[in-house]
């Protein structure tokens, strides 16, 4: 397990963010929406506390505490004064070494990923961007974190018991802090509780390359959700920010390309965006478009016309307010423990290292004019991936 930890001066809160190797990537054939089911059915006990008892344990704390699923983690959260959050440690290390994963608590947790599942109907713009992930990036790694019905319906608790034992180990875990905390004293105390942490390596994710550019889903809604995905540089690359900052000229906001022209001048769609997104070793642009149904065509018509004008570069009036949004973006988000101790968790994982908040200005700073505008030239060349949710099927133009 990879231990890290950021003092931030002046700070009484601190925050763990914890990363175990048991994300939707990895769940067992057959078992999709595994390390979901195992998020919650995690914390209904450990150690010698019951459910009732360890959430009582936690919010007499006063912890804010958060838990999700992502491609390649099962990530827990928490922040709360500094004093909480170290006398937390010993519940999370009963939660990641000693669950009772409850056989009582198997059919809630299931059920809850079940409602779940089902819910996304509902929601025409959440299945939109759950199919538009799932034909763009490789298999799995755009795999719904939820799993399939069939596989969920067919789980069990000795299956998920077993999938526990060979997913929650120390290799490839991250347990990182930040806030108002003591290096020497948080490496003492967590060799304490983790240091006995028992398995083997988790096995390694193999992918298989997205084959499909595009996808119509018929539903008889209102509206006509489009999603639109292209690739772009990851998040290790030299040109990264300049992907960054290029992104957010073209869908980042109310002065974004697309807001302006799509929405504001040409009024053909309620919400659009777009911004730069990313897994380890895959750097993408997702955006969104949501319409009318008789203004569809002509939305996502505009919306790849503005993809490929940024071939002609952007501004430096745009390069000048975009860099000093991220800026500051970058300067609240490292004024919260939490969001810190999140941001070195990440940068660990997909960079090896840690960058500093005056590394990530200096990136900003770097880009010029000359230097995005090259990046940008060959942006009409782009093939995006394209999933349109509504009544009537879309063609894009050649």
């Not at 919010?59 to 959050?85: E, F, I, M, N, W």
């Not at 105390?189 to 988790?202: A, C, F, N, V």
């Not at 990046?375 to 349109?388: C, H, N, Y």
Request: hydrophobic share 40%; net charge negative; charged share 20%.
């Amino acid at each position: 397990m990879t231990l890290l930890a950021e003092q931030m001066p002046g700070m009484q809160s601190a925050a763990m963010t914890a990363l175990i190797p048991a994300g939707s990537g990895t769940d067992p054939d057959g078992a999709t929406g595994s390390a979901t089911v195992l998020a919650d059915l995690l914390l209904r006990g450990a150690g010698n506390r019951d459910n009732r008892a360890l959430t009582e344990h936690l919010d007499t704390l006063g912890l804010q505490r958060s838990s999700s699923v992502g491609v390649y983690h099962t990530r827990l959260g928490c922040a709360a004064p500094a004093d909480k959050v170290i006398a937390s440690l010993d519940a999370y290390a009963d939660i990641l070494l000693r669950p009772t994963l409850p056989a009582d608590g198997f059919e809630p947790a299931r059920q809850l990923a079940l409602q779940s599942l089902a819910g996304i109907d509902d929601e025409p713009r959440q299945k939109m961007f759950v199919k538009l992930r799932e034909i763009y990036f490789p298999w799995p790694i755009g795999r719904n974190s939820l799993g399939s019905k069939q596989d969920l319906e067919s789980m069990t608790h000795a299956g998920l018991v077993a999938d526990h034992a060979r997913r929650f180990v120390p290799e490839g875990a991250i347990l990182a802090f930040a806030g108002k905390i003591e290096f020497d004293e948080l490496t003492q105390q967590i060799g304490k509780l983790l240091g006995e942490w028992p398995g083997k390596p988790p096995a390694e994710m193999k992918t298989t390359p997205a084959t499909q550019t595009y996808h119509f889903e018929p539903q008889q809604t209102e509206q006509t959700h489009i999603g639109i995905a292209w690739p772009t540089v990851d998040e290790t690359h030299p040109d990264y920010y300049c992907a960054r900052i290029a992104y957010d000229i073209l869908g980042g906001g109310m002065s974004s390309r697309l807001f302006t022209e799509v929405r504001e001048k040409r009024a053909l769609c309620y919400s659009v965006s777009a911004g730069y997104a990313s897994v380890r070793g895959i750097g993408c642009v997702m955006g969104y478009a949501g319409t009318s149904n008789e203004r569809a065509q002509a939305t996502l018509d505009c919306f790849l016309e503005e993809v490929f004008k940024l071939s002609a570069g952007v501004t430096p009036a745009e390069l000048d307010r975009t860099k000093v949004g991220l800026k500051a973006n970058t300067i609240m988000s490292s004024e919260s423990s939490g969001s810190r101790a999140g941001a070195i968790a990440h940068d660990f994982f997909t960079r090896g290292r840690i960058r500093t908040i005056g590394e990530i200005k200096s990136g900003i700073d770097a880009v010029s004019i000359d230097r995005i505008n090259s990046f940008l030239k060959d942006a009409s060349r782009l093939q995006p991936t394209i999933v349109v949710l509504g009544p009537k099927e879309l063609t894009r133009k050649a």
